[in-house]
């Protein structure tokens, strides 16, 4: 399994907080690519209720300072 930020950014809008069979039936009717599917289906379900895109992807950049460098050095 593997998340890029384009693929994570496909379940920004997904119905928080979800299953992993909510995720998927999300991903495949917004129109998901199938990367983002597949790595739903690779998580281990033990019935978790995932309360946002950080649950399965624990590196998610969610700050400004993740995408940019500082503009003040330059």
């Known amino acids: 399994m593997y998340w890029t930020l384009e693929l994570?950014?496909?379940l920004e809008d997904a119905p928080w907080p979800a299953t992993k069979d909510e995720l998927i039936d999300y991903a495949v009717r917004?129109?998901?690519p199938l990367e983002v599917i597949e790595n739903l289906q690779e998580i281990e379900d033990e019935g978790d209720t995932y309360e946002s895109i950080d649950?399965?992807?624990p590196d998610y950049p969610n700050t400004d300072e993740d995408f940019f460098y500082n503009e003040?050095?330059?």
């Open 30 to 32: 917004s129109g998901a």
């Open 55 to 57: 649950d399965i992807w």
């Open 72 to 74: 003040d050095e330059y």
């Open 8 to 10: 994570a950014t496909k």
